[in-house]
C-alpha cells in the first residue's frame, strides 16, 4: 500500500462497515504539555484530521477498542496507540469532534500520542471498518495549515 503525505485524504469504510469517511491528517505539531498535563514521555504530538462522511449515511471512524483506528509508528517499527501514556488528556476545542459525521457534512477532529523524543516523525496508520490499513508520512516538524490554531488551543 501506498504511504500518502500529510495533508493527503484516504477514502475508508466506516466503524462496523457503515459509510464511508474521507480522512484527510492536515497539520501536526509537537507539544511538550497542554494546560491540563505533562507528557509521560518527553512530547505529545497532536494531528488534526478532518472527517468528511461521503455517502448517503453517517459513518464513524473506528475505535481503537475495536482492533482498528489510529496508530502512531515510530521509525524503528514501534506502533503506539493513540491515548498513550497521558495523551489521552490532551484536548484542543476546535478539533474534539468524535461521533458519527452525518451525510454530506464534515467535522474536524485531532489524535493525540505520548512519545519519546526519538519517536518524532514516522507514519500515522488508521484502520478502517474493513480492516483496511492507510499509512501517512508525518514529519519531525510541526506541519499543516492548522499549526497556528493547535498550537494556541493547546498552550499551556
Known amino acids: 500500500m501506498k ?24 497539520s501536526i505539531v509537537y507539544v511538550t504539555g497542554s494546560m491540563s498535563t505533562k507528557p509521560s ?9 478532518k472527517a468528511k462522511s461521503t455517502k448517503a449515511v453517517a459513518a464513524e471512524q473506528v475505535a481503537p477498542i475495536s482492533g482498528g483506528g489510529w496508530k502512531w509508528v515510530a ?9 498513550n501514556g497521558e495523551s489521552y488528556n490532551v484536548v484542543a476545542d476546535s478539533f474534539n469532534a468524535g461521533g ?27 484502520t478502517d471498518g474493513n480492516g483496511t ?11 499543516g495549515a ?7 488551543e493547546l498552550a499551556p
Do not use: C, M, N
Open 3 to 26: 504511504t500518502l503525505e500529510l495533508g493527503a485524504p484516504a477514502e475508508t469504510i466506516g466503524s462496523g462497515g457503515a459509510g464511508v469517511l474521507e480522512l484527510t491528517p492536515s
Open 41 to 49: 514521555k518527553d512530547v505529545f504530538a497532536f494531528i488534526a484530521v
Open 146 to 152: 492548522q499549526v497556528a490554531q493547535l498550537k494556541k
Open 100 to 126: 458519527p459525521v452525518e451525510p454530506g457534512t464534515f467535522v474536524w477532529d485531532g489524535i493525540a500520542f505520548d512519545l519519546a523524543k526519538a519517536q518524532r516523525g514516522g507514519t500515522l496508520l488508521y
Open 75 to 83: 521509525k524503528d517499527g514501534q506502533a503506539i496507540g493513540e491515548g
Open 133 to 143: 490499513a492507510y499509512r501517512w508520512t508525518v514529519p519531525a516538524a510541526d506541519a
